[in-house]
């Protein structure tokens, strides 16, 4: 189930895009509509039915992200009639007060495809509804893992992948003329199906026409902003320096007291102890001086996204390791050995099925005519030839060396 993070070393920047994207079909199927090197369609607008649909009606329940009263940004989860998931945000009714500027910035972020994004699937543009429509990230955030961790610590290699997608990310946008990213920080990184850290798409787009850029503490923010309220590619770089800082320290520093303990060489008290025996004096050096030379006052002197890239390949470990092993999760059912019944079901094996179920007692309804259907671990519906009288579902789950088996009579 986990990707091996090399496949992603080889090349980031997807392909080129030739004129505006084509809309895609919602249901798929249309080949013409998937970008090569990434399988997604092209950029699609949406109807608000269709989002409406798809969230349930904007369920509270389907809600994953909302920061506020006043703030233009709800996030919902959802999925699309060919059950695709996606992450859909929908703004307040002052955020874009006209049509056009928001389809174009929607509609030139769409035109980016690249594994290292989430990336933006459409938009809506219905009277005064303004919505956007992206992949969904079904495991948290960064902020998530290496700031509210229960189980375990990011490890030292897996911060550093971490901070290689998002350079490797930002290096891609910038050469698609996409370089301003606004207010990058570890809620804008988020984790695919296989753990492996992607950015978001939303933060290419303005908040709104006179939204602001940054949300976060002004300790956080670049400097030349508070100066002059505008987002450079250098702001961006500044953004990132804060973000290395989070990963060596595993808390959210300000950038002025971690300058303060890099002057004083005090790399101990900026390291997470959590990685004792993980981290080495050279390559926490050589992060503090990436950061260092990312939070630089005057802006020209800050590296671009290409130098980041080039100086953090070198600090890669187990680059061979798929990321949900780096993050300590089981790579599908590899954790948890299987019971005979359990490698039956996973091998569609009727035969070994039926015997194991007369061992452990199970006997059919007498007199019933009934059929069996079992559903692989990626299929959603019964096989339409099954004509079942009556359907038995057996879905069996694993934990600790026990078996659940749900028995659903005349399933349909």
Not at 38 to 45: G, I, K, Q
Not at 48 to 73: C, D, M, W, Y
Not at 321 to 336: C, E, K, W
């Amino acid at each position: 189930m986990g990707c091996d993070f090399s496949k992603y070393t080889v090349c980031c920047t997807g392909t080129e895009q030739d004129g505006p994207a084509a809309e895609a079909q919602v249901d798929g199927g249309n080949e013409d509509n998937v970008v090569e090197g990434v399988d997604l369609p092209r950029f699609h607008e949406f109807t608000i039915e269709q989002l409406r649909r798809a969230t349930s009606g904007f369920a509270i329940e389907n809600i994953v992200s909302e920061h506020g009263e006043k703030a233009p940004n709800v996030v919902y989860k959802g999925k699309l009639d060919n059950q695709m998931r996606i992450a859909v945000k929908r703004f307040n009714r002052n955020a874009w007060p006209e049509a056009q500027p928001f389809l174009e910035e929607a509609r030139a972020v769409g035109q980016l495809r690249n594994q290292r994004l989430i990336n933006l699937l459409g938009c809506c543009c219905e009277g005064e509804e303004r919505l956007l429509v992206a992949e969904y990230m079904p495991n948290d955030t960064l902020a998530k893992h290496l700031f509210h961790w229960e189980t375990q610590p990011m490890r030292w290699a897996m911060r550093m992948r971490v901070a290689l997608c998002l350079a490797q990310a930002l290096e891609y946008c910038t050469s698609k003329g996409r370089a301003l990213y606004h207010d990058l920080n570890a809620y804008r990184v988020l984790y695919d199906d296989e753990y492996n850290p992607r950015l978001s798409c939303f933060g290419l787009m303005k908040n709104s026409r006179d939204g602001k850029s940054y949300s976060t503490n002004l300790a956080f923010t670049p400097p030349e902003y508070l100066r002059t309220g505008r987002v450079t590619p250098e702001s961006v770089t500044y953004s990132f320096g804060t973000l290395l800082l989070d990963l060596l320290s595993g808390k959210h520093i300000p950038p002025s007291r971690a300058l303060d303990l890099i002057r004083d060489k005090n790399l101990q008290m900026l390291s997470d102890s959590c990685l004792e025996g993980e981290l080495t004096n050279d390559d926490g050096t050589e992060l503090v001086r990436l950061a260092s030379r990312c939070l630089q006052s005057e802006p020209r002197e800050r590296p671009n996204p290409k130098s980041l890239v080039a100086a953090l390949i070198p600090l890669q470990k187990d680059s061979e390791v798929p990321s949900n092993v780096l993050m300590g999760i089981p790579d599908g059912t590899a954790g948890f050995p299987l019971s005979p019944l359990g490698e039956a079901c996973l091998r569609m094996d009727l035969t070994a099925l039926h015997e194991v179920m007369e061992k452990i007692g199970y006997k059919d309804d007498e007199g019933a005519a009934t059929e069996v259907c079992f559903l692989c671990p990626n299929c959603r519906t019964c096989d339409k030839s099954f004509k079942a009288i009556g359907c038995l579902l057996f879905i069996f789950v694993q934990f600790f060396d026990r078996v659940l088996i749900v028995n659903i009579e005349d399933y349909s």
